[in-house]
């Protein structure tokens, strides 16, 4: 009988220890691995996260058109890094600023400029209408950005649904006020896209962006010089309010002219 016993005791001890042994390795085969940190600002965390230099992107606009694509990226990816969004980047700029992208946009709060092209503090200059439509204020504005402030890429930026573009392409009669002004200044581009096939707003939302970006290059006396001699770069976008992402648009991306560096940029 002790036999008996002994042998039972020893088969259920046996049997616990192969239980145990199997939760442990069930465990260990279950258990996630543990990512390897890539180091902050290394070139590999650069390269994943398309970080181009400010400094570069300040002196060339094309360049300074990548850092605005690959912070885009990185918002549509959840990868932004709110750059220079701190009280150490306030006491930098205090005694002032070089922007390296002037930003002509649109008024609509969902927009918001330096979140989804990831950017911070000094980085984009912004001009806001409905819109995104220019009078001589925001020609005046444009111009000082290029003159005193030493910005080289002006950035044309719609965005699909636009309550602005909206009423020109419908165009309601007896508008209130000065909002007129801003219907007129789009009527063009929404007749010339009246036929294209899609959504007839933002067709003529892009229309009226390319629109726009051939009247900044033909501002006379200074953009439209600044254009033609390769010192700056005046483009379009347009911004999805659905997915969040920007288009470049590629009516604007052909035949810019060559850059030609300056002798002597601005201190930043």
Avoid at 150 to 155: A, F, H, P, Q
Avoid at 209 to 219: H, M, Y
């Amino acid at each position: 009988m002790r036999k008996i016993i002994l042998v039972l005791i020893t088969v259920f001890a046996l049997l616990n220890e192969a239980t145990a042994q199997r939760r442990k390795n069930t465990k260990q085969e279950t258990k996630p691995k543990q990512e390897i940190e890539v180091p902050i600002d290394s070139a590999k965390w650069r390269a994943e996260r398309y970080i181009v230099n400010r400094d570069s992107a300040y002196i060339d606009p094309h360049l300074g058109l990548k850092k605005l694509m690959g912070g885009n990226r990185r918002f549509i990816e959840g990868k932004s890094i709110r750059p220079r969004q701190n009280y150490e980047t306030i006491k930098k700029l205090e005694n002032g600023q070089a922007p390296f992208a002037v930003i002509v946009g649109c008024s609509d709060s969902r927009v918001p400029n330096e979140m989804i092209f990831d950017q911070g503090l000094g980085d984009l200059f912004i001009i806001r209408t409905a819109g995104q439509v220019s009078a001589a204020a925001s020609y005046g504005s444009m111009e000082f950005a290029t003159l005193k402030l030493g910005t080289k890429l002006i950035v044309v930026l719609g965005h699909t649904e636009c309550g602005a573009v909206a009423a020109a392409v419908q165009r309601p009669e007896n508008v209130p006020g000065h909002i007129v002004t801003l219907i007129n200044e789009i009527k063009p581009a929404a007749a010339k896209s009246a036929l294209l096939p899609g959504n007839p707003v933002d067709n003529a939302v892009r229309q009226n962006v390319i629109e726009q970006v051939n009247n900044l290059r033909d501002l006379e006396p200074i953009l439209h010089k600044k254009y033609i001699e390769g010192e700056i770069l005046i483009v379009g976008a347009v911004y999805d309010i659905h997915t969040g992402k920007v288009e470049f648009l590629e009516e604007t991306l052909k035949n810019l002219p060559k850059f030609k560096a300056s002798t002597n940029p601005k201190s930043k």
